[in-house]
């Protein structure tokens, strides 16, 4: 019935008049999808130059506002994204921290080394309560990484019952000293983080010995809140992860199980990073857009293999780290990856959230690198002054879709053309929400044209669409500490006239709306 609906639908449009260049949108009210698990929209907060000291921590004595030595500003920010999950303490910090240094009197924890980053001292007064303590503050869920590459199964098995059981165990009874009597809830456990790299260098089969261990010995003790465990997966294209590990669930035995495979992929084009944040050209913008549009060819390559192991899509793909990865902040200290975010970097999340959300049977966590002044941030810091970037208006921009039913659209986009690179000119992704609301994101990919999009929406009567836009005077502008309102939402409507709805959508910009 409902491709009948649709079949009836797609005659209907077919020669409906439209200015040459206009994008025509189909939407089937009645047709829906998947869930947009709102846990795609989580962020990831390594200890990596000032992405949590400065920019998380200020410490409770601090003259900038905080709670418990967590500031403020950030706070605030943060729980205006309804962030679902936040994805601790690394990356590659992950596999060489050692819980128990962060745990206890600050005055008593030990100076460490952070080689990873800079060499520079980690003084570990963040650690396990401080980071519980700011999950709650801004009402998200927890996705914890053990340390495989340089820690021990016995190590995170204790990390893990010290964090949630609720029985008076040696170390329940030490949590409890420390402050915290009731067990805290884990929501994912990364097993290692890029066990193929930075995590120890490790063959795909070596890793998947590691992974057994790990899966069965960190334990989840806190019922009530179910943990799913992730995987270390695939580095981009690389398919040898994705084999040995898939391979592996399917073989395994009643004493081990996951729940989720990581991915990771930068839009980098190539290593090491040179893209410049800002200053750069048309070329340089198109490039980018493309390397992010691999994002989809390598959720359908990994999605591939994991279907001829799990065809019941048991298993998620957790794109657990992602996001741009450009030249770093001229005069930035070595290794902090501080750079700024432009209305590229707005187009850029659009795109990879639009790619996420069109996956969402498999894809069904995701992690932007990352949180606070590092990579492509939500937020900057400087001292007591905190910056909202494009890519944060983005993820504010969203929130209507956590969780919401993926609704199916047709679009005749039409190019956009710079140089020898040709991409859709209008990436779109609509969905309905809990409430029955239909909402609609445009990404005008064209940084040159105003597009206008003529939305004709089946089985709904609109009459209006209503929301926000995210535009720019140019591609590479950016929000400043002196200027911090240049790449800002502004509020957005737009009238139906007949049965189409005409959208303009400003050159290089996100719009989000609710049709109504
Ligand atoms: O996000 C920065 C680093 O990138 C992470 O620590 C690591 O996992 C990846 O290589």
Redesign the pocket.
Known sequence: MRALRAFLFTLALVGTASAADDVSLKIDAGASGPKIDRNLFGQ?A?H?GRGIYEGVWVGPDSSIPNTRGIRNDVVAALRALKVPNVRWP?????DEYHWRNGIGPLAKRPATLNP??GGVIEPNTFGTHEFMDFVQQIGADVYLSVNVGSGTPAEAADWLEYLTTAQPTALATERAANGHPEPYAVGMLGLG??SW???GSMTPDEYVNHLKVYARYARNYNAAHPMRRVAVGPDSADTSYTEAVMKAWKNRTWAWDIEGLSL?F?TVVKWPPAYEATGFGEAEYASLLKDTRRMDDLIRAHGAIMDQYDPDKKIALVVD?W?A?LAATPGSPQGF?EQQNSQRDAIIAALNLNMFARHADRVRAANI??MVN??QAMIFTQKEKMLLTPTYHVFRMYVPFHDASFVPVSVAAGNYTQGDITLPRVDALAARDAAGKLWLSLANLDPKAEATVNVAVAGARISRALGETLAAPKIDSVNTFEAPSTVAPQPYSAKASGKTLPLKLAPASVTVVALE
């Open positions: 990831f390594e990596l690394g990356g590659c910090f992950a990873n980053w983080n890029e790299g930075c995590g990771h930068y780290e996001g990865w990856l690198a990352q590092v990579l």
